[in-house]
């Protein structure tokens, strides 16, 4: 059973088989799904009013989520004055209207492809707007939290520009404008911006609106016209061609002309954060930075949109023209630009689906566990009954391969009862697991996938306080361990004012992604002044929306590490009393080490030493020289054991003025077999000896007498 307005398609992907599941979405609407019953191709009938999408009933209705926890719903119109407008509102979570209605006018036609909320949750959107000399531009308005204008941000919480060069007249094309937005971890605003015939380009603003001159030093990195993206009529609002990694590159997709073929090729450039193209990215012989992909031997391809894994994988939405056919493409690249070759159905990093005569994917999201939802449309041709788009979903496995857990063999597709067009394009999966869609038909509204459950939010976690420590000194805390996740899930983490590490390796402040049984420890440095205290806060959990990749959303797990430089409080330096659990029958000259102990009661760095053997702590190498040790800080020792038997050998730990003794003991000695004198074999094997001769004695005694006589 499906939705109320949609219906699946059969495994066969046999047209005449639509009017059988349409008929069963009539059923539908009097036959509600249980959530907990719903498979997870599904809408949840319980989003929104019950038929499992919401909107404002304007023509284009997007949407993204805020940090305090509402869905912002906006979409553009024109008011009979020829005034544009953009008006949007709130929703909870699971879809139900909160108010808050905001609305802004423009003169002239007005249009949004994109929106994000900042981490202060102040708001952006972005598109174009038509001047009064019908021409476009480049249109940011960035709103407060309380929805009124930021008079911070350009002019009255207006930016308008145009990127087109001196020799370039300016784009009356309806395509022109900002197509994507990104808020980087320094609050800078990142756009791509395109339109057709127009120098494509990568724009970088400060937070109040003016350009950044330390992206290609005027804040506009041109691109060549040859790398073109282009929103096109017929496509999604949610086409994503903008991402941003960890460490501040941006990548950008869409379609190039290939010099050798004269055909369009994907394209994904990388650039570094000041704009320079990254040389070490892609495998284009001439173009460093620059990665080409071929999807189709001839004929065109195009990327729509892009999305970063957690190992950083890169991964592509589009679509492969091959003659009269277009395929939904999905292609998966390594960090480094190169195909990851393990991917797809022929392990070349590329996956197609033709299930009708023309697929596309607009875009997608990669799930908590790695398996890829793809999204877009479909149109069946053969059949004059269905030749408009219908929604198309694709879910993939982490090797590429069509997930069959997934509608009918990994493949969903949706079809409107009046046969109206239909576009399902994945955007946010929420922390439960459930996926928020843009559709469109003849509007565009929000829809959520059943999804499958999952467990974003990790069991607590707890960081001790460091009191009179040294200043301006690099202090690490001590070791969390990451629990509670649903398995092979991974969660966001960041830090605020310090830094973090991951499984011992280097730290860092981007943020990143962790798992169940990740060993986790923050640092920072202490002040420079006696008694003042620093703070890093770190947060673990929920999910990221792909704009804004500093801000988890969802419940998370925070705590706070804190130290306080000399003379805050007294020190206690004397730690709770600890124990070690002697061994006994130990092999011989062996190295044994000790049952973990963790410390607690000291709140400053304390003082280990060990005589009789070595220590280690938190799992490091061993050894026997004097250290510190902080609370929450895990210590083994270590002794080597005798090489005589039942002898005992002993190492005393020490940590402030508590000292705990590890003591092993050799096995005893074992007795081997005898020989004549007594020897040293068993007692009772000589007894059972003595016992069989006399009794053989007894026996043949007689005969033995009598042959002597």
Not at 34 to 41: G, N, Q, R
Not at 283 to 310: E, H, K, R, W
Not at 315 to 325: I, Y
């Amino acid at each position: 059973m499906k939705i109320v307005n949609s219906a699946p398609k059969n495994s066969n992907y046999i047209s005449s088989q639509r009017l059988l599941t349409c008929l069963a979405s009539l059923i539908i609407l009097i036959t509600p799904i249980s959530s907990s019953l719903a498979a997870p191709d599904d809408i949840d009938l319980g989003f929104g009013g019950g038929d499992g999408l919401i909107g404002l009933g304007l023509a284009h209705n997007l949407f993204f989520p805020h940090p305090d926890g509402r869905l912002i719903v906006f979409g553009t119109g024109l008011q009979q004055d020829g005034t544009g407008f953009l008006s949007g509102t709130g929703f909870t979570d699971s879809g139900d209207p909160l108010g808050g209605n905001f609305v802004v006018t423009i003169d002239g036609g007005i249009r949004i492809n994109d929106g994000v909320a900042q981490a202060d949750g102040k708001m952006l959107f972005v598109g174009s707007n038509q001047t009064a000399t019908d021409e476009l531009e480049v249109l940011v308005i960035r709103l407060n939290a309380d929805r009124t204008r930021d008079t911070d941000f350009g002019v009255n919480g207006i930016v308008t520009f145009d990127t087109g060069s001196s020799d370039i007249p300016p784009s009356n094309d309806d395509n022109y404008g900002a197509i994507g937005v990104i808020v980087d971890a320094d609050g800078k605003i990142v756009l791509a911006v395109g339109g057709i015939g127009r120098p494509h380009t990568l724009v970088r603003l400060n937070s109040d609106g003016t350009f950044d001159p330390s992206l290609d030093d005027d804040g506009i990195r041109a691109i060549p016209e040859s790398f073109s993206f282009e929103i096109e009529s017929n496509r999604s609002n949610a086409t994503k061609p903008l991402a941003l990694q960890s460490d501040g590159k941006i990548l950008l997709v869409g379609s190039g002309r290939n010099a050798a073929s004269f055909d369009d090729d994907m394209f994904i450039i990388r650039f570094h954060p000041n704009g320079d193209l990254d040389t070490g990215f892609g495998d284009a012989p001439t173009d460093g930075g620059l990665a080409m992909l071929n999807v189709a031997d001839t004929d065109d391809d195009n990327a729509n949109s892009v999305v970063i894994q957690p190992d950083g994988k890169i991964v592509v939405f589009g679509v492969r023209e091959f003659g009269n056919r277009h395929d939904l493409a999905v292609v998966r690249l390594q960090a480094n630009g190169l195909k990851d070759l393990p991917f797809g159905f022929n392990d070349d990093g590329i996956h197609v689906v033709n299930s009708s005569l023309f697929d596309v994917a607009i875009g997608g999201v990669v799930l908590p566990d790695g398996r890829i939802l793809a999204g877009g449309f479909g149109v069946d041709f053969s059949n004059p009954n269905f030749s408009l788009p219908y929604g198309l979903l694709v879910r993939f496995d982490t090797e590429g391969l069509v997930d069959p857990t997934f509608g009918i063999d990994g493949v969903s597709e949706w079809i409107g009862l009046n046969n109206d067009f239909r576009i399902w394009t994945p955007r946010f999966i929420q922390a439960d697991g459930k996926i928020l869609l843009e559709h469109s038909d003849s509007s565009t509204n929000i829809g959520r996938l059943a999804g499958d459950a999952i467990d974003t939010l990790p069991d607590s976690i707890s960081f001790a306080d460091q009191n009179n420590v040294a200043t301006s000194t690099f202090l690490e805390s001590n070791s969390v361990t990451v629990s509670g996740l649903s398995p092979v899930n991974v969660v966001p983490i960041v830090v605020e004012n310090g830094l973090y590490s991951v499984n011992g390796l280097p730290y860092t402040d981007a943020p990143g992604y962790v798992e169940n049984g990740d060993s986790v420890r923050v640092a920072h440095t202490s002040e420079a002044a006696d008694n003042a205290a620093t703070n890093t806060v770190l947060r673990i959990g929920g999910v990221i929306f792909p704009s804004q990749p500093a801000i988890p959303l969802g419940a998370l797990v925070t705590d706070t590490f804190t130290s306080t430089t000399v003379g805050s409080v007294p020190m206690d330096t004397t730690p709770d009393a600890f124990s070690f659990t002697d061994q006994n029958d130990a092999a011989l000259s062996t190295t044994i080490t000790s049952n973990l102990v963790t410390i607690s009661g000291i709140d400053a760095a304390t003082e280990i030493s060990v005589t009789g053997g070595e220590y280690s702590i938190n799992a490091a190498a061993a050894t026997a020289a004097a250290g510190t040790v902080i609370v929450g800080d895990s210590v083994t020792v270590s002794v080597q054991s005798s090489n005589a038997n039942s002898a005992t050998t002993s190492a005393t730990l020490t940590i402030g003025s508590v000292a705990g003794t590890f003591s092993v003991t050799t096995a005893a000695a074992t007795t081997g077999g005898g020989g004549g004198g007594g020897g040293n074999g068993s007692p009772n094997l000589w007894l059972l000896l003595l016992m069989a001769t006399v009794l053989i004695y007894r026996k043949t005694s007689p005969q033995i007498r009598g042959r002597i006589s």
